[in-house]
């Protein structure tokens, strides 16, 4: 049958079992618009602007666990996507970025709206192709899945010119994926992993450390089952947290800079480090020369070059985490070690740090609403069973801290870029993909404005996601720098002139809600999740609160600042 | 130490630009890097030459080996190769130089390979040591230009990178 590329494309997108793609449209992807327009077969959702169209398919995939899919116009539209590119790039979250560009006889031209995004977006993605010739299109684009989906997930950007697009072509549905460069190794080295039961039998005071890779590999289940034979205390990294329940007495809560003071305390002082799908970001190790220099450390990640990066590792293991958790499990249940017995002195020891320095804030009945007390609360009333987006800053962390992740896939947050702007359009993404899931956006008054717009996609296509700003009035974590390392100069990080939210919200048709005292937190809250369409909530709090424990930046993590 | 790394890539437009853009955006330094087309015509073979610690040609081997268009990666420096180079030196020849530059030429085993009144070009080939012995030795007679190709290696014996 004859098919133009356009047509290939979306039949492609299908095979791949995409219904949802997120986008905006422009003259380089007329094509694909046309065949859109009455396709009963994929939901194209419009945004207003293409970053949030990646960051609404990256929020998409890290919520279902599915690869995201975005499509956008050539030039401006394809450069407005770097961003939310590099975000997934960080966090390795597979998105499939399809750009339009302008006829192949046009390229290097400097045509109107051309712009060499294969070039400009090279260091952040995982691969990236440009489809000179449509008898390649199909192959192409099955590729650019299988290698967004498979080994250490990350973003595909597939670069579509237009004559490619409207040119037709004898369709055949292409062969099975071969790729002779890229071989993932899923399995894990047999030998390594015997010696892995073997330092874990010999250790007296061993933590696990646990991160995005855990939920990458859908492997909390075996990350658990790892934690109760031994009886190991787990701490996540913040890509990790959800592949833990918090609420499990193993569990320290999050590490690094503002990580728990018993998470730090015990990475500092173990002998042996389990670190699973972690790549020992400097965020999470503090000054490298000082972090955990008493412990051996074992590293299962899927990506050989995370391994050793940072950190040296003394037993290396290459393969998906699942794989080696269920390997690792079954020969750590012929052991005959009294685990309990083992690691009561070194569990008492973590007990002791916990209840000297817990994670504390103080909320005053009169004072102002302090922005702990929210989280607190949101995580209260949604029995922690709502998909969290946030933006990054201080309302990242805190929300980090306070709310009390208890399965995967219900955080979402840029751990490795830090974007703000992330979390809304995230979240609204999560809730095209969970229409019935309470989906919060947790934000600072600084980041939502970086993608406000979105609000409008929210409203048409009646998406409830709840923002709730912590409305400081600051750009509140460069801020607490300037307060703890710049004396004090608040140098342009003061947000004046900030908008009445509420009305902003009604200006887009959504729902605005505000709350100035803590009494009336929870009320808003409770009256958000029942509003079934989008709320903005303006929480005015605190404006000079910190997040605490904070660790220096350059300081090792043992030397953190308490409040 | 320095390495002298083999690397195997899809024969297609945009792969040296992702190899390149590799090194640079991690801060791994290129001392030399050839390519061209293999024996199979899909595939190309590069010869990168690169200094570092153990750990940073650990990460550059790794990092190459992740790239999607690299087929394989081989540090030669682990085992025994044979490396050569080529330049063409363009040499002041005046006639009374001439008798020398044929001279050095011919104990390095080079040829002229180009004839001007005023200047030879000289082609030789050899491991650096070579290449640099020649290109001291024709210096004080006035070289004008050199065009060096990078390094190219092999390993030795019966062992074969593809």
Redesign the interface.
């Known amino acids: 049958m004859k098919k133009s590329g356009a047509g290939i494309f979306i039949e492609s997108l299908i095979r791949e079992k995409v219904n949802t793609i997120f986008g905006y449209p422009g003259g380089s992807v007329l094509n694909i618009y046309d065949i859109l327009f009455d396709n009963p077969h994929i939901r194209h959702i419009l945004v207003r602007h293409e970053q949030g169209a990646v960051h609404a398919a990256d929020g998409y995939a890290r919520a279902s666990g599915r690869p995201g899919v975005c499509v956008v116009t050539s030039g401006p539209g394809a450069t407005n996507t770097v961003t939310g590119i590099a975000t997934a790039y960080m966090d390795s979250i597979p998105v499939l970025i399809f750009t339009g560009q302008v006829p192949t006889p046009m390229i290097g031209n400097d045509a109107f709206q051309e712009a060499d995004i ?2 400009i977006s ?2 952040c993605t ?2 990236s192709y ?1 489809v000179r010739d449509i008898s390649s299109l199909a192959r192409t684009i099955h590729e650019a899945f299988s ?1 967004a989906t498979t080994g250490r997930p990350g973003p595909v950007l597939v670069d579509l010119p237009k004559d490619v697009l409207s040119t037709e072509i004898e369709y055949e549905s292409p062969k099975e994926v071969k ?4 071989r993932p190794n899923y399995e894990g080295h047999a030998g390594q992993i015997k010696k892995v039961v073997s330092a874990i039998i010999k250790a007296s005071r061993p933590v696990i450390f646990a991160g995005g890779g855990v939920i990458l590999s859908v492997a909390s289940k075996e990350l658990t089952e790892l934690a109760k034979i031994t009886n190991i205390p787990v701490t996540n990294s913040l890509m990790g947290l959800g592949g833990f329940s918090e609420l499990d007495p193993l569990s320290l809560g999050m590490c690094g800079m503002h990580g728990t003071f018993m998470a730090n305390m015990a990475l500092t002082e173990t002998d042996l480090i389990i670190a699973i799908g972690v790549r020992f970001d400097d965020r999470v190790t503090g000054k490298l020369d000082e972090f955990a220099v008493n412990a051996k450390i074992i590293h299962i990640d899927i ?3 995370a391994i ?2 940072n950190v040296p590792v003394d037993i290396p293991i290459v393969g998906d985490v699942k794989n080696v958790l269920k390997k690792l499990n079954l020969l750590l249940k012929g052991e005959k070690k009294e685990w309990e017995r083992d690691h009561h002195v070194w569990l008492e020891q973590i007990e002791k740090w916990k209840s000297t320095y817990p994670l504390t804030y103080k909320q005053e009945k009169d004072k102002k609403i302090k922005p702990q007390y929210v989280i607190e609360q949101i995580n209260e009333i949604t029995r922690g069973d709502a998909i969290i987006a946030t933006e990054v800053g201080q309302n990242q962390m805190w929300t980090a801290q306070y709310y009390k992740f208890t399965k995967p896939r219900t955080l979402l947050t840029s751990g490795g870029l830090g974007t703000m702007g992330y979390g809304f359009p995230a979240a609204i993404g999560a809730q095209v993909a969970f229409p019935d899931k309470i989906v919060f956006d947790i934000a600072g008054d600084g980041s939502f404005q970086m993608n406000v717009q979105e609000l409008a996609t929210a409203v048409k296509y009646n998406l409830p996601v709840k923002v709730a700003i912590l409305n400081n009035g600051y750009l509140g974590m460069v801020r607490q720098w300037q307060q703890l390392f710049y004396n004090r100069r608040y140098s342009y990080t003061a947000l004046d002139s900030t908008p009445d939210f509420v009305k902003l919200a009604e200006a887009y048709g959504a729902v605005g809600l505000r709350a100035e005292k803590p009494e009336d937190v929870r009320k808003v809250i409770k009256e958000a999740i029942d509003t079934p369409k989008p709320v903005v909530i303006d929480f005015v709090v605190e404006p000079e609160e910190n997040v605490y424990p904070m660790v220096p930046a350059g300081r090792p993590i043992s030397e953190m600042i308490l409040l | 130490m320095r390495h002298t790394i083999s690397v195997l890539v899809e024969n297609e437009f945009g792969v040296l630009a992702r190899i390149a853009g590799l090194f640079s955006g991690r801060g791994f330094n290129i001392e030399s890097l050839c390519v061209a087309e293999s024996i199979d015509p899909s595939i190309s073979r590069m010869t990168i030459v690169t200094r570092g610690d153990d750990r940073i040609i650990e990460q550059i081997t790794k990092q190459l080996n992740k790239l999607v268009d690299v087929i394989k990666v081989v540090d030669l420096t682990e085992e025994k190769f044979v490396d050569r180079e080529m330049v063409l030196i363009k040499v002041n020849a005046e006639p009374s130089v001439r008798e020398e530059i044929l001279r050095i030429t011919d104990i390095f085993r080079g040829k002229i390979v180009d004839v001007s009144p005023k200047t030879y070009t000289v082609e030789v080939t050899g491991d650096e040591d070579k290449i640099v012995a020649i290109i001291e030795l024709l210096k004080p007679l006035g070289i004008k230009e050199i065009a060096r190709t990078g390094r190219i290696a092999m390993s030795r014996g019966t062992k074969l990178l593809g």
Do not use: C, Q
């Not at chain 1, 790729?179 to 890229?182: E, M, S, V």
């Open positions: 294969i070039g090279r260091p995982k691969h440009l290698i790729i002779r460069g890229y990506d050989p070059t050793g990066k």
